[in-house]
């Protein structure tokens, strides 16, 4: 089969907004609400409910002594992937094999091998293992096969997987397919818009998840909102957002990923303390949550809490290998003068990168601003020529021009950082790092005080948003000195 998506047939409504997307009940799973998520229930007895200021918390089936038992491990994971959500690992590992057994023994059963590829793409990312999309793509692709026509949920699985190897062009194909089939099926509608926020394509956005939110609301459509305003540099509603997701997430390993996100927005906004305390409770709901890890790192890192740092990205990168890590980990190396450990991180993300790209993997963003900071610049610069033309987001904007002026193209480095930084050209989301490049490259121009404000709002941003160009950042900054009133105000 190529890689074309069939032509989708018209479909009737595959059901009424606010709880599409949910999978039929399947032998062993518990009874379950709108949404997918477990019923809750008043317990009145003392032995079956909480007090907590006066008031009884509500439990769900299966907690109380008299509910119905906890659904199957497997049970669990096919409802989070069938949404898009989180899954805990053992629960995904069940679920693999339950499927895995399941198209073994009817090789027809085509929504099988549609959730089997939707739950290896979130193996394959839960554990940035590579060779688990290749898997996956085998088995939407037969799910495809078998049934090629009318076939959404496969469609999604296809949409979804091309947005984890970062390929967001083709994601939004696939998306676009199952949306046309299911246009009232909210699970169509996440898929679609991380593909059209990794092209940069945020004017599509915006209606994207106008629709969704009239379809669907909870914990997932609230961090999707999180996100989308993240993009948009609404970092206090972002935050809102998804504190909301997180205090609705049900299941532990749902809420892990939700604070790990509210850890995230935290460190972007220089709060070292407040960041780590989220990502140490992401750690305590999911011991698996790897970005967790490494977020761990970084706010420890920012605090001078130096060997617990190194520990964290460690156990990071052990279990989640993703080239990123390393670079962090490299640079954190560097900052500390321990030059052969940096040197081996930086190996190890090509070999990271050389070996997803072997399973359909872009790693040309993290490669190319390697090789821009500690490597060629110049062939940074012809990587991130073509990434840009595939896809144009604020982030390969930022790379593309920070290569540039490494490689002493400063006029047009400028016109890339431009547009990574400004809202109106796509550059909202508010990125220490990305202003601290816009800055560099204006004093390169002699443009000093353009280069002033910039330096000065990246260190407001985040003071603490890389242990190498922090430093940098503080000295470009001290060599500018003040501006002269004799010469009267900055022109920008």
Known sequence: MDDTPPQPREQGDAGTAGTQGEPPAEPGSASRGPGGRRRRVLVASVA??????????LLPWGRGPDGPSEPEPWARARAAVSAGVPAALPDLEALLEDRERRVRDDPRDASSWALLGAARVERGRRLADPAS??????????????????NAAALRGMAALANARGDHGGARTWAEAARKLEPKRWTSYPPLIEACAGLGDLEAV????????????????????????????????????????????????????????????AWERGERENALRHFEEAVRLDPDRREARAGQGRALAALGRTAEALSAYRVALAKQPLPRYALELGELYE??????????????????????????????????????????????????????????????????????????????????????????????????LHVFHRGMIERALERYGPARRHLGEALRINPYFSPLRVPEARAALARLGEPSVAAGPESS
């Open 133 to 150: 999309y290749s898997r996956a793509e085998e088995a939407l692709r037969t799910s495809l096969k078998v049934r090629p026509q009318g």
């Open 48 to 57: 079956g409910c909480a007090v907590l200021g006066g008031a009884l918390t």
């Open 335 to 432: 900052s500390l003068g321990r030059e052969r450990d940096a040197g081996a991180q930086y190996a190890l993300l090509r070999e990271l990168v050389r070996k997803a790209a072997a399973h359909g993997v872009d790693g040309d963003l993290v490669l190319g601003r390697l090789e821009a900071d500690h490597g060629d610049a110049g062939a940074a610069v012809r990587r991130l020529r073509a990434e840009y033309r595939q896809r144009p987001s604020a982030a390969v904007a930022d790379a593309l021009g920070w290569a540039l002026h490494r490689d002493g193209e400063h006029e047009e480095a400028l016109r890339y950082a431009v547009r990574a930084t400004e809202g109106e050209q796509g550059g909202g989301v508010r990125s220490a």
């Open 206 to 265: 915006g209606p994207l998840l106008d629709r969704l939110v009239k379809l669907r609301s909870g914990p997932a459509v609230k961090a999707r909102k999180a996100a989308v305003y993240r993009e948009r540099g609404w970092r206090e509603d972002a935050a809102a957002q998804i504190a909301d997701a997180a205090a609705g997430a049900d299941d532990p390993a749902e809420r892990a990923a939700y604070v790990t996100r509210a850890g995230e927005l």
